[in-house]
């Protein structure tokens, strides 16, 4: 049985996609007194010296460093109150459906939403000023133990597994617990991937731009204006010349009439007209004209 497939989704990696820092360095390491440099370190030595995985890696040191603060998810949510952005996030996600939805789109049910998939700590994006902006939100996790505090990591993202979420979107199972694995043909899918954009910065986001083109879908890869070193801009580059991971990059500037604005205007006005088409084509179809006096 097919569904109606009238959403176009935006999704979004978090640290330095729509921010320039990594949250951990924007919020909770200035919070608890911890050194950016040596925590870092100590995550690096784990995963090379040991073969930790990067993500359960830099949990555990989190779990080290926040051990003596009786720390809980609820404190990390209220630290996410202060994560930082490029210009122009907190308004693009209004402004996108805004500026993009005419009158004719709403009315044959044409939306647009957003999504974040980051490796990050989702209880930090769950207090951040955008969360209300957004559909779902996606991140590591940690459980707790019986007096409330972070004990154990309970869910990973990493730069692969980034895209089980870009699946569970493409075909509406966004529960924890729903499993992204049943099939599901392609009719029955509310957002086809062609009818999805996805926006990274770099090589951890490989995989879900290589989802985005074998699927028809569309990958922006944005990189930091304000790098004097260059390396931010050369990610990208290197992804679109090189290895053909992405057809456009952009400064992240998310501000009316920037570039990666513009970029982001015109896919979801095209993806848009495409479907009002398909929707009045749709209706066309098995229809027989009156014959004529």
């Not at 911890?34 to 040991?50: D, G, R, S, T, Y």
């Not at 989702?122 to 996790?141: N, Q, T």
Request: with cysteine; glycine share 8%; charged share 25%.
């Amino acid at each position: 049985m097919s569904v109606p497939q009238n959403t176009i989704a935006l999704v979004y990696d978090y640290d330095q996609t729509l921010s320039p820092s990594y949250m951990q360095d924007d919020v909770l390491f200035p919070k608890f007194g911890i050194a950016p440099e040596q925590f870092w370190e100590k995550c690096n030595l784990l995963v090379k010296k040991h073969s930790w995985d990067g993500e359960l890696a830099y949990m555990k040191c989190l779990l080290d460093y926040l051990g003596m603060d009786n720390v809980s998810n609820a404190d990390l949510t209220d630290l996410g109150k202060g994560m930082s952005y490029y210009p122009g996030v907190e308004t693009v996600f209004d402004e996108i459906r805004e500026t993009c939805l005419r009158d004719e789109h709403e009315a044959a049910g044409i939306k647009v939403e957003h999504y974040i998939v980051s490796s990050g700590l989702k209880a930090l994006l769950d207090g951040c000023s955008i969360a209300s902006k957004v559909k779902a939100m996606f991140g590591c996790e940690f459980g707790e133990d019986e007096l409330g505090r972070i004990s154990f990591p309970k869910r990973t993202i990493s730069h692969t597994t980034k895209t089980q979420y870009l699946f569970r979107i493409n075909k509406g199972m966004l529960a924890p617990d729903d499993d992204v694995n049943d099939h599901m043909p392609p009719e029955s899918r509310p957002i086809p991937f062609k009818n999805m954009i996805y926006v990274g910065d770099g090589p951890t986001d490989v995989p879900c731009f290589t989802v985005m083109n074998k699927n028809g879908g569309h990958g922006i890869a944005v990189y930091n204006p304000k790098d004097v070193t260059g390396r931010s801009f050369r990610k990208c580059y290197q992804l679109c010349t090189h290895a053909g991971r992405v057809k456009h990059i952009a400064p992240a500037d998310y501000c009316k009439g920037s570039h990666l604005r513009n970029l982001l205007e015109e896919m979801v006005s095209e993806v848009a007209d495409r479907m009002l088409k398909e929707r009045l084509d749709e209706g066309m179809q098995g229809r027989v004209a009156a014959p004529g006096f």
